[in-house]
């Protein structure tokens, strides 16, 4: 995977997305994909879809404002400045129109941008995505986000892997909550409570807009996925007018990185490039 230097004169008209550089990988040449990670994680996650997206496709991962290598942005900012920084990456790097999959705040940060440039989209996937939470569970997650506040990264990782993994994760899967404790753990603590709070409170935030989408748009989660669920997944669907949602049965949250080959394969189906203008796979 190639890593262009954003700090230089390569990525010198990107405003918002201020870090070192995002990860690109592939045919520069092959239609563009967007990899846009959740919150507290970093384009790293993304390693598997990477290497198997590569292949055929033009496959850019980046760092969101405050995570990874990326500047931590205004304070008072929103949602709506990383759509801007999604935006200005796809312009700095000359994409005009891409495929977009975003995880959980990545999927709101997505769809935002579906939104605001809706000829810049082919096709939107919203993998574990948020959608108007019940009162308990918006409850739950404004108090996650207010102890991160209080008391920084490390007060959430543990729980957040338990999640994310079980109680007790499978030997197999243990590298892996390892990897994501650590990404939670490491996070810094202004960038990750910013993200955070705009995250647990932006669940409605595309309430009544989403029969605006002009592109086929894949809502995809795991079975066993509390917070990002599937009523969420098949509501969102139902108010897409090129929506379809598909549930992955057994997976919880981190199902793109705990189990990426089924993942991988619902993405494929829905993102194949034949289908695009024509280009062949």
């Known amino acids: 995977m190639a890593d262009p230097a954003a700090q230089g004169d390569g990525m010198a008209g990107l405003t918002a997305f201020r870090t070192t550089g995002p990860t690109e990988a592939g045919n520069a040449e092959a239609p563009p994909l967007l990899f846009i990670h959740g919150v507290g994680l970093r384009k790293e996650v993304w390693e598997p879809q990477i290497a198997a997206f590569a292949r055929n496709r033009r496959v850019i991962a980046y760092d969101m404002l405050g995570h990874g290598g990326s500047g931590l942005g205004n304070g008072d900012m929103g949602l709506d400045a990383f759509v801007a920084q999604a935006a200005d990456l796809l312009a700095a790097l000359g994409i005009t129109r891409a495929d977009v999959v975003g995880h959980s705040m990545g999927a709101l940060v997505a ?11 082919n096709r939107l996937v919203a993998l574990n995505a948020v959608y108007q939470r019940t009162t308990d569970q918006r409850a739950a997650v404004l108090e996650r986000a207010a102890e991160i506040e209080r008391v920084g990264p490390r007060a959430a990782a543990d729980r957040a892997v338990a999640r ?35 995250f647990a409170s932006s669940d409605a935030i595309h309430a009544g807009r989403l029969p605006t989408l002009a592109m086929p ?21 139902a108010e897409t007018p090129q929506g379809r949602a598909r549930i992955l049965p057994g997976e919880r949250h981190m199902m793109a990185m705990v189990s990426p080959d089924a993942v991988n394969t619902a993405l494929r189906a829905f993102l194949n490039p034949s289908t695009l203008d024509g280009q062949a796979a």
Do not use: C, K
């Open 111 to 121: 769809l935002g941008l579906a939104l605001a440039h809706p000829d810049r989209i």
């Open 164 to 198: 994310w993994f079980g109680d007790t994760p499978p030997p197999a899967l243990r590298p892996l909550a390892t990897q994501v404790r650590e990404w939670l753990e490491n996070a810094d603590p202004v960038g990750y409570a910013r993200a955070y709070r705009i």
């Open 217 to 237: 748009v894949l809502y995809l989660t795991g079975e066993l996925d509390a917070n990002s669920s599937p009523a969420m997944s098949d509501r969102m669907a």
